[in-house]
């Protein structure tokens, strides 16, 4: 298994302002992801975290809005930029390897509350 | 699009019952399917995996099943505890998309 660890655990934003979120693999992994959740929803894909290249995002989700870096297998940020409080939501990073069973872990998750 | 639908949407029950939750997933191309447990304001908890090839898996009081033909799979809890009250998660990773496909969980409270 994979133990992820994301930075900061939660933060409070003022509108505005852009938030950096760190996510740490204790091994190297082939996957990484970022999610969010919104209040009382479920999980939705932002985008896949490519190592060495731009990373690739779903559907209504934007590059300017959330930039990703992978400069490794072991690390990745997200960036919500220009927050506004529709982004109060937590972000979840996940990682797994394909190379093995595809199983995929999750860490803590980062609760941003932007006001 | 893959789509996950998840019933209950929510489920109270009594300590010692067995029960079981439901997942239903649109496209059969997939890699694997996987269940969680969320704990209120945490991150997500891996119970079990399944994949593509295999019928069902156990661990401990907990089992799962995929049906990957007719697009299902289902976990059985047996003899629920209060310490089982939670959001429990299924998600389908795609032989195509490379990425977890969500249902909308579960909600499920174990009555002492």
């Known amino acids: 298994s994979a133990v992820i660890s994301q930075k900061p655990s939660r933060d409070i934003c003022q509108r505005g302002t852009s938030l950096t979120i760190q996510c740490q693999v204790d091994?190297?992994?082939?996957?990484m992801f970022w999610y969010r959740q919104q209040p009382g929803q479920s999980l939705t894909l932002i985008a896949t975290a490519n190592q060495g290249s731009e990373a690739t995002y779903e559907s209504g989700f934007v590059i300017d809005k959330f930039p990703i870096s992978r400069p490794n297998l072991t690390f990745s940020t997200l960036t919500v930029s220009n927050m506004s409080p529709e982004d109060s939501s937590i972000y979840l990073c996940?990682?797994?390897?394909?190379?093995?069973?595809?199983?995929?872990?999750f860490g803590e998750g980062s609760r941003l509350t932007v006001l | 699009k893959q789509e996950v639908t998840q019933i209950p949407a929510a489920l109270s029950v009594p300590e010692g019952e067995n029960l079981v939750l439901n997942c239903s997933f649109t496209?059969?191309?997939?890699?694997?399917l996987q269940w969680f447990r969320q704990d209120p304001g945490k991150g997500l908890t891996s119970l079990l995996l399944?994949?593509?090839?295999?019928r069902e898996q156990t661990s401990g009081r907990l089992n799962a099943s995929l049906d990957k033909s007719s697009g299902r799979s289902t976990l059985y809890i047996a003899a629920s505890q209060p310490g089982d009250s939670a959001t429990y998660l299924c998600a389908v990773l795609d032989t195509g998309r490379r990425a977890l496909t969500f249902g909308s969980g579960t909600r499920l409270q174990v009555q002492p």
């Open positions: 399944i994949q593509s090839s295999q």
């Open positions: 996940s990682a797994g390897d394909r190379r093995s069973s595809g199983e995929l872990f």
């Open positions: 496209d059969s191309a997939i890699y694997n």
């Open positions: 091994s190297q992994v082939t996957m």
